[in-house]
């Protein structure tokens, strides 16, 4: 049983800064002319934990618990306040779907563009675009531009596209949320593939179902600190228990 | 230091990205508009029509060759304003993307400054057939040109990234600058020749680095002459505008996503 560690962190800690009244221009600044208070509010609190390679874990909490904050600075697109992160292997962050789509272009077009976001080469691309188009059940609506699209097929499409990304680690922050059933299970497929292939995956969901049948840890962050981590079905059970008696 | 090496290696593994950047922008640009492409042949020509009116017919000159004159130094101006007012927005202006994907944030101001790379390039080649068909000579001097294009891109590159990433915090910066491009067209011999002023004004307009920039353009496309030894102060200046540009920007890269 491989054990290697992909992700390592340790003693994470991010606050953002924010501002009543920010001041953004010039003349405000240098004048003081707005009151520009700011309080700082941590996000995340001496967060430390170790994922090991082919994990599929998932990261439970309510809204504001720290969660996507977290994905964003795994995804190097927000940096830590202070502690150190080590990853191996590359890593993809499916935080949303469909960035960089152009309404005018064609499906076929929009696959180009945004794979080359996620850094692929056009060759890459080439590769990938069958696999691509057939998850995505467009037919021939691949050749027509995505400003016809429902938003199901803008969905199928940018959601073919990011997990067709070659990555040894993929972050995917609730985008099962969006999607019919038929879809949700199309892509638990797809995931469940990449699982066997050896894929580190990392889920935030609100979706218990999800957890207890296809993750094998979960880790269930409060209030910014890491409140549980363990096996996904009992984390997600006791979760499941703190939401019944809160409200 | 290493780090802003890393910033520029990265933008190589997504060459892509930047193409199909580059190919949205040129695209999307006249899409939809009756004249569509024809339009960047069109604006010179009509900057040409007016400022060819005003600047020697109403204030007349000694120049020969007047039309070529300014358009020597209109497209380089164009290209030099287009680059930089588009590249200004080009951190804001994606934050849906800068929010929610990494990628090597440089290849938005980059793919602005290739965008009208392309656009001067076309241009120019079109300017010399045409000024070869009015029966002009033109001279082993113009394989100067690259030389110049490269000084003037690196100096856009440079001011480049350090707008786009101060935008982000400080909005102004777009207001600051199409002021400052206003008063650089006339501070830069573009509707006129720097040597008809007296030595005191021509070391105030020495002191712009796109001046020796056009001047060489059209010393060797016009006048068959190598480009001035003060266009190396040009250089000097791109340099160190890109050294900071790409300084400023690796360090306010970390903070897009929040300020955004």
């Known amino acids: 049983m491989k054990n290697i560690t992909v992700i390592k962190i340790e003693n994470l800690f991010k606050s953002f800064v924010n501002y009543y009244d920010k001041p953004m221009m010039l003349k405000e600044r240098i004048l003081r002319m707005k009151k520009g208070e700011k309080k700082v509010v941590e996000i995340l609190k001496n967060i430390s934990l170790e994922i090991s390679k082919g994990e599929i874990t998932a990261i439970i909490g309510s809204n504001g618990s720290g969660k996507s904050t977290l994905l964003k600075i795994l995804t190097n697109i927000i940096y830590p306040t202070s502690g150190t992160i080590d990853i191996q292997g590359k890593v993809a962050g499916i935080l949303e779907l469909g960035a960089g789509f152009h309404p005018d272009f064609t499906g076929r077009e929009n696959i180009y563009i945004n794979a080359s976001i996620w850094g692929l080469s056009k060759k890459d691309i080439d590769s990938i675009l069958n696999e691509i188009i057939d998850f995505s059940e467009l037919k021939d609506y691949i050749d027509a531009p995505v400003r016809v699209y429902s938003s199901g097929m803008y969905i199928r499409l940018a959601f073919a596209i990011a997990i067709n990304v070659k990555a040894d680690i993929l972050l995917i922050d609730e985008v099962f949320a969006v999607g019919d059933a038929n879809f949700q299970k199309k892509c638990l497929t797809k995931l469940r593939e990449l699982k066997n292939k050896g894929v580190t995956i990392i889920l935030v969901t609100h979706d218990s179902g999800i957890v207890k049948e296809f993750c094998s840890r979960a880790i269930w962050i409060s209030d910014g600190s890491i409140k549980l981590d363990g096996n996904a079905v009992d984390v997600s059970m006791k979760y499941d228990e703190s939401v019944k008696f809160s409200s | ?260």
């Open chain 2, 1 to 260: 230091m290493k780090n802003i090496l890393n910033d520029i290696t990265e933008i190589y593994k997504y060459k892509t990205m930047l193409y199909y950047l580059v190919k949205r922008n040129l695209r999307s640009r006249y899409k939809g508009s009756f004249l569509g492409f024809l339009w960047t042949l069109l604006t010179p020509l009509l900057q040409l029509v007016i400022y060819g009116f005003v600047f020697s017919v109403l204030f007349p000159n000694e120049i020969d060759n007047f039309s070529f004159f300014l358009l020597c130094g209109l497209l380089p101006w164009n290209y030099f304003i287009s680059s930089i007012t588009t590249s200004v927005d080009s951190i804001v202006g994606n934050s849906n993307l800068v929010k929610k994907i990494y990628f090597p944030r440089l290849v938005l101001p980059l793919s602005n400054v290739i965008t009208y790379f392309i656009d001067f390039l076309m241009g120019f080649a079109i300017l010399l057939i045409v000024f070869i068909l009015m029966g002009n000579q033109i001279g082993i001097t113009l394989i100067y040109f690259p030389l110049i294009l490269i000084i003037q891109t690196i100096l856009q590159c440079g001011l480049a990234f350090i707008l786009c990433s101060l935008y982000v915090s400080m909005r102004d910066i777009s207001y600051i600058v199409n002021i400052v491009t206003m008063m650089g067209f006339y501070l830069t011999p573009i509707v006129y020749s720097a040597v008809s002023f007296s030595s005191d004004i021509q070391l105030l307009l020495s002191l712009n680095p796109l001046t020796e920039i056009i001047e060489a353009y059209r010393a060797i496309l016009l006048y068959g002459e190598m480009p001035n030894i003060n266009i190396m102060y040009s250089l000097f200046v791109s340099i160190i505008l890109l050294i900071l540009g790409l300084y400023v920007f690796h360090k306010l890269n970390k903070t897009f996503a929040e300020e955004l």
